[in-house]
């Protein structure tokens, strides 16, 4: 049985205050939240350390949102692995869409990134996905698929997690249809050497369709952007039923 996980990405979004504040109403919401589900926050570097003392001792695990592959060096503005581990960070999500349109992330440095990553123990949250133009032109398998034989090659597929986020559906409102997701899921599983990593969904998941997207066969959990910013909407993500 692959392991369900529901992964919040805040992006660049709460303070330290603010994450405090979402923390204490949001663990209040976990009471009786089925044990088989790992819960992640992936929140802005500046809230790592203050979440890392407020999630000890909790079921929430704490995720970055990018991570370079050195260890320490002469890279202005950014964070190594051993940076991350030693604030308690589990996750980190690497190759957001977000980071390959906007500064410029390549599948090269994705690579890179993913194994640094895992040598230091930390398991990357992987995302894929296509443009509208992509989908438009009947290249989403195609553009995918190169995505994945290039940002997978030496990455340990047995501490992994994939995000498969179609680019028209981040913060549009414009949810893939479950079943489309679920589809193009199982084919992104057909090409992995190892068929348990788990495989998410992300794009506009809210509390209204978490139920629905969660019972499609293939999907595994979510990836989710705005609506892990309450702690209401998140909270009823993580609580989703089974249908
Ligand atoms: O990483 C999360 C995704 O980009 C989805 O964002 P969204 O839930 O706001 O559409």
Redesign the pocket.
């Known amino acids: 049985m692959r392991p369900k996980v529901l992964a919040g ?1 805040w992006k660049m979004h709460k303070t330290q205050q603010e994450a405090v504040a979402f923390l204490q109403e949001f663990l209040g919401k976990l009471v009786d939240t089925p044990s088989d589900r790992e819960i992640v926050l992936c929140v802005p570097y500046t809230c790592l350390s203050v979440l890392s003392k407020s999630l000890h001792g909790t079921r929430v695990k704490l995720g970055a949102q990018n991570v370079h592959w050195a260890d320490q060096g002469a890279f202005t503005g950014e964070i190594s692995p051993p940076m991350l581990v030693e604030l308690g960070v589990r996750y980190v999500i690497i190759g ?1 869409s977000e980071r390959r349109q906007y500064f410029g992330e390549t599948d090269a440095t994705v690579n890179q990134r993913l194994k640094a990553a895992q040598s230091h123990g930390l398991t990357p949250i992987l995302c894929v996905g296509e443009t509208k133009a992509q989908r438009d032109a009947g290249e989403t398998e195609n553009h995918i698929f190169q995505q994945l034989a290039l940002d997978l090659v030496d990455v340990d597929q047995s501490n992994l997690v994939i995000a498969y ?1 179609p680019i028209w ?3 549009t409102g414009d949810t893939c249809e479950e079943t489309e997701a679920n589809r193009v899921i199982g084919l992104i599983r057909s090409k992995l050497q190892n068929p348990d990593v788990p495989i998410q969904y ?4 809210n509390a209204n369709n978490i139920d629905a997207i969660m019972a499609q066969p293939e999907i595994d959990g979510v ?5 892990s910013l309450q702690p209401e909407s998140f909270g009823r993500i993580v609580n989703y039923k089974p249908l």
């Open positions: 990405n957001h986020e559906a981040i913060g992300g794009g506009s998941v990836l989710v952007g705005g609506a």
